[in-house]
């Protein structure tokens, strides 16, 4: 049974940071695709960040590109989000997602299998 299990978020004020942490059970992280997503009140989720586990290669969505940064550790069968710069409108849900697959070209939902309960982050100005 695949689990995974956020933590990291909090309360920042703009121009702060975070790192979202992703840690996988049931999972190795040593293939296929990890994400992350956000989900703001009132509004729909969309994807961030994901990572081809196999490859390392990562995209990002336009508003967080050079903000953000996705990464793995496959000691700790993690995966991190770096986020730099926030801003208020940064403030949602963040959960990771996982999939079985390995081919996953950007961060869309339908590409991904297992998923988190997500961590809150609060960014203020």
């Given at each position: 049974?695949?689990?995974?299990?956020e933590s990291?978020?909090?309360?920042?004020?703009?121009?702060?940071?975070?790192?979202?942490?992703?840690?996988?059970?049931?999972?190795?992280?040593?293939?296929?695709?990890?994400?992350?997503?956000?989900?703001?009140?009132?509004?729909?989720?969309?994807?961030?960040?994901?990572?081809?586990?196999?490859?390392?290669?990562?995209?990002?969505?336009?508003?967080?590109?050079?903000?953000?940064?996705?990464?793995?550790?496959?000691?700790?069968?993690?995966?991190?989000?770096?986020?730099?710069?926030?801003?208020?409108?940064?403030?949602?849900?963040?959960?990771?997602?996982?999939?079985?697959?390995?081919y996953?070209?950007?961060?869309?939902?339908?590409?991904?299998?297992?998923?988190?309960q997500?961590?809150?982050?609060?960014?203020?100005?």
């Amino acid at each position: 049974q695949v689990q995974l299990v956020e933590s990291g978020g909090g309360s920042v004020q703009a121009g702060g940071f975070l790192r979202l942490s992703c840690v996988a059970s049931g999972y190795a992280i040593s293939n296929g695709c990890m994400g992350w997503f956000r989900q703001a009140p009132g509004k729909v989720r969309e994807g961030v960040a994901r990572i081809n586990l196999g490859y390392g290669s990562t995209y990002y969505s336009d508003s967080v590109k050079g903000r953000f940064t996705i990464s793995q550790d496959n000691a700790k069968n993690t995966v991190y989000l770096q986020m730099d710069s926030l801003k208020p409108e940064n403030t949602a849900m963040y959960s990771c997602a996982a999939a079985r697959s390995a081919y996953c070209p950007r961060v869309r939902e339908g590409d991904f299998d297992y998923w988190g309960q997500g961590t809150q982050v609060i960014v203020s100005s």
